[in-house]
């Protein structure tokens, strides 16, 4: 899911475009620095995950998800949201989870959103992608799709999102390429295993009419379990820096890649840690984070339950007030590529047990390898949810254990006597008409779902999705 949205640059001021827009304005890039540094009055990467029920389990889940949280916010909470998101000029939000689609309101809000200005990018494993679902959302000219793909052949991608989902992927491409969706994403997590497979990725893209988008592989959400396995090597590091000189402004990145500036010329995309400044999450139940890979209480500014909703987050809270104050350089201060890189990746930092002062873990010239070493076995810091499908078991009649079906599962967060374990899910607050209000998974195969009704056509400000 990283992510894009618009906003406001301030009062008078011209709105910072989309992703592709940021990409290839690279000629005031330090004036745009300076300035996303100090923060805008909107965020112009805004991610909102909408639930944490999926139906896949891929091992490098930021979000760790699987299960819908009984506290969702609910459509009229949604609808509300939106209006603010109007109302702030926030003219884009990349949607996300979880799967998306699998709230029975999902076409609804984007219907909704679409009418309020507000342009919509989701990002789908394409399970529910079906012919009439491709043909509506090619008729629209405010929502993007991004697909989820992370390898360039079944053995590669299915390793990491599940058997079967390369092929479930590449028919929702196809279904969106005949529908006549020009420019809709293929999302990649870049990987050890998928490095060498650029060409092949952008070569699947080009040939559905589809744009690339690389992602970096954070150790946040289940991606903290593989990514001293996962991550590429400082080798690779350097080949996929090459790779971008040379095919970047063929390809979208956002912000995940600025560490790799320190080789050199500095890379399309925002060379710069946003979070906070630029950059935020929504999540399923509300909360707001300062960055969509950064979802830990330490990085948690507020709930736009609150009195002053998500306006009141964004422009007054402690954590992003802090964030956007000039920030030490710490260890990385004496270093000659600091200007470049700018320390890194903050999440990456947090989550593999580093100073967020000190180098990025992938530090092109090996400080965070030394970091790493220096830090040795020291406890490192854990996500704060966790919503995986696993297996839960209760007491049989011979007391024995027997296992739950995963649809029964709830969400992992400790009860009122401080115990983690599962609660029984809770339904929205409405009244069940599709069976993924009762079972969040449930019709999420790659066979026919339900589609969207027509998306509003509506006049505003936002093109179809960034390019």
């Known amino acids: 899911m990283t992510l894009v949205a618009g906003g406001s640059a301030g009062a008078g001021a011209t709105p910072a475009g989309a992703e592709g827009s940021l990409q290839r304005q690279r000629a005031p890039v330090g004036r745009l620095v300076e300035r996303f540094e100090r923060g805008l009055e909107a965020p112009i990467c805004l991610t909102w995950e909408l639930t944490y029920a999926c139906n896949l389990a891929c091992v490098h889940c930021l979000s760790s998800s699987g299960r819908r949280d009984p506290r969702e916010l609910s459509t009229d909470e949604c609808r509300a949201l939106i209006d603010e998101f109007e109302r702030m000029q926030i003219f884009y939000v990349n949607i996300g989870g979880g799967e998306p689609t699998v709230r029975s309101d999902f076409w609804e809000l984007v219907e909704y ?10 990002s789908t494993n394409g399970s529910r992608i079906t012919t009439a679902v491709a043909e509506r959302l090619a008729s629209s ?132 840690c946003g979070a906070g400044r630029v950059v935020c999450l929504v999540d399923p139940v509300g909360d707001v984070y300062a960055c969509p890979f950064a979802i830990h209480d330490e990085f948690l500014a507020g709930n736009v339950r609150g009195a002053g909703g998500f306006t009141d987050v964004w422009r007054r809270s402690d ?56 830090r040795g076995t020291s406890e490192v810091p854990r996500p704060s949810l966790d919503h995986s499908l696993r297996p839960r078991r209760r007491s049989g009649a011979a007391g024995r254990d027997d296992p739950v079906d995963p649809v029964d599962l709830g969400d992992s967060r400790p009860d009122v006597a401080g115990h983690l374990g599962p609660v029984a899910v809770a339904l929205l607050p409405r009244r069940p008409d599709r069976a993924c209000d009762e079972s969040p998974v449930a019709g999420c195969g790659p066979g026919p779902g339900p589609g969207p009704r027509p998306v509003g056509r509506s006049a505003g400000t936002a093109g179809r999705g960034p390019h």
């Not at 309020?116 to 990018?121: A, D, L, N, Y």
């Not at 954590?319 to 903050?346: H, I, K, N, T, V």
């Not at 990025?360 to 090996?366: A, K, Q, S």
């Open 113 to 122: 959103a679409t009418e309020h200005h507000v342009g919509v990018k989701f």
């Open 141 to 272: 000219e405010y929502v993007d799709v991004q697909i989820s793909l992370d390898g360039a052949t079944p053995a590669i991608n299915d390793a990491v999102r599940g058997e079967g989902t390369f092929d479930t992927a590449v028919t929702a491409m196809g279904r969106l390429a005949d529908a006549g969706f020009a420019g809709f994403k293929v999302s990649v997590v870049v990987t050890r295993h998928n490095v060498g497979q650029l060409d092949g990725l952008k070569e699947l893209a080009d040939r559905h009419g589809a744009q690339l988008r690389l992602t970096r592989l954070r150790p946040a959400g289940r991606g903290a379990e593989v990514w001293d396995e996962l991550h590429p090597t400082a080798e690779q590091q350097r080949e996929l820096y090459d790779w971008l000189v040379v095919h970047g402004e063929q390809v979208l990145t956002g912000d995940s890649f600025f560490h790799l500036a320190g080789y050199g010329a500095s890379l399309p995309g925002l060379n710069l």
């Open 319 to 374: 954590l992003f007030a802090e964030l956007r104050r000039p920030q030490s350089a710490g260890a990385c201060g004496s270093c000659g590529r600091y200007d470049a890189c700018r320390g890194g990746c903050m999440a990456a930092k947090f989550f593999t047990g580093l100073p967020l002062d000190g180098p990025d873990p992938e530090c092109v010239l090996g400080h965070g390898e030394e970091a790493l070493a220096r």
